[in-house]
């Protein structure tokens, strides 16, 4: 999405809130089964996984985010085809595939729930991509309509001011019918413009990351809500891990060459104000006040090389747009042969980076060295939920079966701005290929310092299996 919003919601939306207190919007609890304290069985062996590793030692380092996992059980409404019983529902494969479509478009409306709703406006979050739903039950709501039960189980990301010493119960709200929701968000039949979500993307594509049934004017009851209570349970966080700084600063396949590939995005287009091309601008002149030395300057191209001893770092900089063929073709070359990969820009709700688009944009397969130690870094919005398992399935092998080992994700948890960008990029940076060595908690804090009062709840991913030194 439009990566130099979403930081500012917080601030956009704290004026756009009416006075509706959540009771005044939200079903009543009784009509979801409890989900605090319930065991939902059937957790994924790869979550299974996840969990019982995050439980030993952590996998994950944020300095003012936490990772946990949260689990429920909810429902949703959907419209029964003509000739279709509400019993027979999930019998049906068919339409089990299509009930699941619906279950998660209902679910995508959580990016909108933990950003511009009441309690979360301070205290954003973000669910991950990779969550698992079980379909329980489904039995006629009248009307033509199934309400489906369902339960959920995730690992998430939220600002660590939610939680306190521990756990955090959380109530939050989703539509009963994600297909019609958007249609109710309109006055009058002549309106023109929704009142349930943002003003500038008012569009039913973007509705699910904008929309907020608490804006004056938003026609939305609690007729048309389903609320949801759940606790987070804090997953434990790394401390004292490192990057892989042998092998960054070894044969790392580039010789005695720290190759560094940092794409920036443009915000519209390639001229004199674009916050891209600021972005872009400033970190050049930034990399050269920490030491770096310029050896291509112009306009879309730059080049810098550090001499850190015996280890030269070389880094290519490339201004694109990155909905276009040439971003996918650098983004897959940057991956396939970089030793830090940084992209900083919009993330398209996902699209952007994902690596089905890169592969067919670029007519190139998107296959990652198995063997070779890499930092990814996304600086845009909500990657953490678009980019962290997708990247990390690439490298996986019989003897690395999560892609840890030799790959390490830096993620933000809600939008990262323009405006600090440069900034952001430049810790990294700075911190990763100059000789400096800091842990992986170091560079984090460092990071978040550089984001001032613009934080994105940037983390890194994949270091519990790091070592524990320089």
């Given at each position: 999405m439009?990566?130099f919003?979403?930081?500012l919601?917080?601030l956009?939306?704290?004026?756009?809130?009416s006075?509706?207190e959540?009771k005044?919007?939200?079903?009543?609890?009784?009509?979801?089964r409890?989900?605090?304290?319930?065991?939902i069985p059937g957790?994924t062996?790869?979550?299974?996984?996840?969990?019982?590793?995050s439980?030993?030692?952590?996998?994950w380092?944020?300095?003012?985010?936490r990772k946990?996992?949260?689990?429920?059980?909810?429902?949703?409404?959907?419209?029964l085809p003509?000739?279709q019983?509400a019993a027979?529902l999930?019998a049906?494969p068919?339409?089990k595939?299509?009930?699941?479509?619906?279950v998660?478009?209902?679910?995508?409306h959580?990016?909108?729930?933990?950003?511009?709703?009441?309690?979360?406006v301070?205290?954003p979050?973000?669910?991950?991509g990779?969550?698992?739903v079980?379909?329980?039950?489904s039995?006629?709501?009248g009307?033509?309509?199934?309400?489906?039960l369902?339960?959920y189980?995730?690992?998430?990301?939220?600002?660590?001011?939610?939680?306190?010493?521990g756990?955090?119960?959380?109530?939050?709200?989703?539509?009963?019918d994600?297909?019609?929701v958007?249609?109710?968000?309109?006055?009058t039949p002549?309106?023109r413009?929704?009142?349930c979500?943002?003003?500038?993307?008012?569009?039913?594509?973007?509705?699910?990351y904008f929309w907020n049934p608490?804006q004056?004017g938003?026609?939305?009851t609690?007729?048309?809500?389903?609320?949801?209570?759940?606790?987070l349970?804090?997953?434990?966080m790394?401390a004292g891990t490192y990057p892989?700084y042998?092998k960054?600063?070894g044969?790392?396949g580039?010789?005695?060459?720290?190759?560094?590939?940092?794409l920036?995005g443009?915000?519209?287009?390639f001229?004199?104000?674009?916050?891209g091309?600021?972005?872009?601008n400033?970190?050049f002149?930034?990399?050269q006040?920490?030491?770096f030395?310029?050896?291509?300057?112009e306009?879309?191209?730059?080049q810098?090389?550090f001499n850190?001893?015996?280890?030269?770092?070389?880094?290519q900089?490339?201004?694109l747009?990155?909905?276009?063929?040439?971003?996918?073709v650098?983004?897959v070359r940057?991956?396939?042969?970089?030793?830090?990969?940084?992209?900083?820009?919009?993330?398209g709700?996902?699209g952007?980076?994902?690596?089905?688009r890169l592969t067919?944009d670029?007519?190139?397969?998107?296959?990652?060295?198995?063997?070779k130690?890499q930092?990814?870094?996304?600086?845009?919005?909500?990657?953490?939920a678009?980019?962290n398992t997708a990247?990390?399935?690439?490298?996986r092998?019989?003897?690395?079966?999560?892609g840890?080992k030799n790959?390490?994700?830096?993620?933000t948890?809600?939008?990262?701005?323009?405006?600090?960008?440069?900034?952001?990029?430049v810790s990294?940076?700075t911190?990763?290929?100059?000789?400096?060595r800091?842990?992986?908690q170091?560079?984090?804090?460092?990071?978040?310092?550089?984001e001032?009062?613009?934080?994105a709840?940037?983390h890194?991913?994949g270091?519990?299996?790091?070592?524990?030194n320089?």
């Amino acid at each position: 999405m439009k990566k130099f919003i979403l930081p500012l919601l917080p601030l956009l939306f704290t004026q756009a809130v009416s006075a509706a207190e959540f009771k005044d919007l939200a079903v009543k609890a009784s009509e979801v089964r409890e989900a605090a304290a319930a065991a939902i069985p059937g957790v994924t062996p790869e979550l299974s996984e996840i969990l019982a590793d995050s439980n030993k030692d952590g996998r994950w380092y944020g300095a003012d985010s936490r990772k946990a996992r949260m689990r429920f059980e909810t429902y949703v409404l959907y419209a029964l085809p003509a000739g279709q019983s509400a019993a027979g529902l999930l019998a049906s494969p068919a339409q089990k595939k299509k009930v699941r479509e619906i279950v998660d478009l209902q679910l995508q409306h959580m990016y909108g729930a933990f950003t511009t709703h009441p309690g979360f406006v301070d205290n954003p979050g973000i669910p991950s991509g990779d969550y698992k739903v079980e379909l329980l039950s489904s039995e006629s709501a009248g009307s033509g309509y199934a309400k489906v039960l369902y339960s959920y189980d995730d690992l998430v990301v939220f600002s660590s001011k939610l939680f306190g010493n521990g756990s955090a119960t959380i109530d939050f709200v989703l539509p009963k019918d994600p297909v019609t929701v958007y249609s109710k968000g309109f006055p009058t039949p002549q309106s023109r413009v929704n009142r349930c979500t943002d003003a500038h993307y008012n569009t039913e594509g973007d509705f699910w990351y904008f929309w907020n049934p608490y804006q004056e004017g938003c026609p939305l009851t609690g007729a048309d809500l389903v609320a949801v209570r759940t606790t987070l349970v804090p997953v434990p966080m790394t401390a004292g891990t490192y990057p892989e700084y042998a092998k960054l600063y070894g044969d790392n396949g580039n010789g005695d060459v720290l190759q560094v590939s940092y794409l920036v995005g443009i915000d519209e287009n390639f001229q004199n104000g674009d916050l891209g091309r600021t972005t872009f601008n400033n970190a050049f002149a930034l990399l050269q006040a920490a030491g770096f030395r310029a050896t291509v300057n112009e306009a879309r191209r730059k080049q810098l090389v550090f001499n850190a001893g015996s280890k030269k770092t070389h880094v290519q900089m490339l201004l694109l747009d990155p909905d276009s063929a040439e971003f996918a073709v650098e983004a897959v070359r940057g991956m396939k042969t970089a030793d830090i990969f940084l992209y900083d820009g919009h993330s398209g709700l996902g699209g952007y980076l994902d690596p089905a688009r890169l592969t067919e944009d670029s007519g190139r397969p998107l296959a990652l060295p198995l063997k070779k130690y890499q930092v990814f870094i996304f600086q845009g919005c909500s990657t953490y939920a678009y980019y962290n398992t997708a990247y990390f399935n690439l490298k996986r092998t019989s003897a690395d079966p999560k892609g840890t080992k030799n790959l390490d994700i830096v993620t933000t948890g809600i939008g990262a701005a323009f405006e600090v960008g440069a900034k952001v990029d430049v810790s990294l940076l700075t911190s990763l290929a100059t000789g400096r060595r800091p842990s992986w908690q170091t560079v984090m804090n460092n990071v978040r310092k550089a984001e001032g009062a613009d934080s994105a709840l940037s983390h890194v991913n994949g270091d519990e299996d790091n070592p524990r030194n320089p």
